[in-house]
């Protein structure tokens, strides 16, 4: 049974879409959610690592008063630009998207893999925040709002370049502002190169020449890239990461003069510690004084984690996580003491949507700009997903631009859906789907006057790699609707996937919620183009010439438990 007692054959009636800024209203996190998976407060004055056990990769960070705001790179997931907030650095909750659809928004109607969004900078500027990213095809675009948790403006296209990523902004005492950035390789052909260059005052537009301050092909620290930008006792400071994502490290270069030359030196690798590549991040401030030290770690399927150092300085350098050598480059922490601060709540990133209201919760992604077909909320307790036509040279679903998906939260952990599938032909079909590079989905697919549940697997997907289709069980219709214009048959199942340690994923499905049978063969989760794997709801349906009348799939919950 749904949660509502409107019959179907009403809804179809009834329902209607509600948009706004061309995609679906976005549910704040009102309430504070504490996670069954993972939670890095220990309740003691302590915490672990990682503070967020997501993919909130290339995380930076601003303070202002006792509030801290956190972005991070989105590439092309739509809402884009994630805004978490915290109290205390540890505990952290989803509050908004700065990015509604990504621009130029004709190219993003597709799926765009591994574009859009890469490493953001957050600043808080003159009463209002401010938010940089690079995009490696178009340039360098940045928005700003009064309030974080609020309406962002529109991009504006700072620079206009192909190549140039990871920018953050510096207004100097004088007024004057300047951008710090990076180049794409795979773009720009050149890589490892730090520049900057002067902006006007508002911070909208380059209008200096471009100077490098940093070569990291002239040393050992290759793959210089995401440089933070910052002034402390008269020195110009480029905080950045070196030696690529999976085994890198942190970089400091500091200068009195804004175009150098700077001096660098590394300030935070693994050491002796389990955590590979400990990189990429933000310095931030508490108004008590403390630094703290934001930063990722490659965790393959899981994506890059957000994890928290205590940060010093000793002789005008930073030191990043506990130097216990004395050497100037510190290692991470596992636990530590939380930072001192007035207050603190216990709050984690939501992960589980009773689908209750007509504003789709902040833990959902899209895979390209929102479509209106894509699907709907609704005032009923469900969300209305639509079926999708494939193309005609369908290889995988790589293509596929509607899934509805989220982040990995924990390392292990358990989700569970139950769904409705409806059809109105043959081949229509929905369920629940492991995506990256590698995927694994477990769909009801209409086949005649009855339905199937099939698991498709497919590796090397953006390789063009080949779906196996396996057939595992099949089901009459829970549900017939003879309407003359519409008729349509429907199935109403459970689905689940347990995940365990390295990204393990199994299967299982019910029809009555109580008895779980499981099903389809074990699959190993894997990343996806610059993003972790994620977990979420799929709905296609075959290429037909002409069209026909879509089939969907109402999600009546999604639930994340250990």
């Not at 997931?77 to 989803?94: A, F, Y």
């Not at 700009?369 to 469900?382: H, W």
């Not at 989700?415 to 590698?438: H, N, R």
Request: net charge negative.
């Amino acid at each position: 049974m749904m949660k509502e007692s409107l019959s179907r054959g009403m809804l179809r009636v009834a329902m209607c879409g509600c948009l706004l800024c061309g995609g679906i209203p976005l549910a704040a996190q009102t309430q504070e959610y504490l996670s069954a998976v993972w939670s890095p407060d220990l309740g003691n004055g302590m915490y672990k690592n990682p503070v967020i056990h997501a993919d909130y990769s290339d995380p930076d960070v601003c303070a202002v008063g006792n509030d801290f705001y956190l972005t991070a790179s989105s590439f092309s997931c739509v809402p884009g630009l994630p805004i978490l907030h915290s109290k205390d650095l540890v505990n952290w909750k989803v509050v908004n998207y700065a990015l509604k659809e990504l621009v130029p928004t004709d190219f993003y109607a597709t799926v765009q893999h591994g574009r859009g969004v890469w490493a953001p900078s957050i600043r808080y500027h003159n009463g209002e925040y401010y938010i940089y990213w690079g995009d490696p095809d178009f340039g360098v675009y940045m928005v700003k709002a009064e309030d974080p948790a609020g309406e962002w403006s529109d991009p504006v296209l700072v620079k206009a370049a192909k190549g140039i990523i990871d920018p953050c902004p510096l207004w100097d005492d004088d007024g004057k502002c300047y951008l710090a950035y990076a180049w794409a390789g795979s773009r720009a052909q050149i890589n490892s190169v730090l520049c900057v260059a002067e902006m006007n005052a508002e911070g909208t537009k380059v209008v200096g020449p471009s100077r490098i301050v940093y070569d990291g092909n002239d040393d050992v620290n290759h793959t210089a890239e995401g440089p933070k930008f910052y002034k402390r006792n008269g020195y110009y400071y480029l905080m950045f990461p070196a030696g690529g994502v999976q085994m890198g490290w942190q970089m400091a270069a500091r200068s009195r003069n804004v175009y150098g030359p700077y001096e660098a030196r590394r300030v935070m690798e693994q050491g002796d510690t389990p955590v590979n590549g400990p990189h990429q991040g933000g310095w931030v401030q508490t108004a008590s004084g403390e630094d703290w030290f934001v930063h990722f770690q490659d965790k393959g399927c899981y994506g890059r984690v957000t994890w928290l150092e205590p940060m010093t300085w000793k002789d005008d350098w930073p030191v990043v996580g506990e130097d216990k050598d004395g050497d100037g480059c510190g290692n991470p922490v596992l636990t530590y003491r939380k930072p001192s601060v007035p207050s603190s709540v216990r709050v984690n990133p939501a992960e589980n949507d009773e689908f209750d209201t007509t504003e789709l919760g902040l833990q959902w992604q899209w895979h390209s700009n929102y479509q209106d077909l894509y699907g709907f909320t609704t005032p009923y307790g469900f969300i209305r997903l639509y079926s999708w036509p494939l193309s005609e040279k369908y290889i995988n679903l790589w293509e596929a631009s509607n899934m509805l998906l989220q982040k990995f939260p924990a390392e292990t952990f358990t989700a569970t859906t139950k769904v409705t599938m409806v059809s109105k032909e043959d081949g229509q079909e929905g369920g629940l789907i492991v995506m990256g590079w590698d995927y694994a989905a477990l769909t009801v697919r209409r086949e005649g006057d009855r339905f199937i549940l099939i698991q498709r697997v497919c590796k090397d997907a953006e390789q063009g790699g080949k779906e196996s289709v396996e057939k595992l069980a099949g089901f009459e219709p829970s549900e017939r609707q003879t309407i003359i214009y519409s008729p349509t048959v429907s199935r109403s199942v459970y689905l689940r996937v347990q995940v365990a340690e390295e990204g393990m994923c199994r299967f299982a499905y019910s029809l009555d919620g109580q008895t779980f049978t499981p099903c389809g063969k074990p699959f190993k989760a894997r990343q996806g183009k610059w993003i972790g794997a994620k977990v979420g709801f799929v709905c296609v349906e075959p290429h037909a010439e002409p069209a026909v009348n879509r089939g969907w799939m109402d999600v009546d919950w999604f639930r994340v438990t250990p």
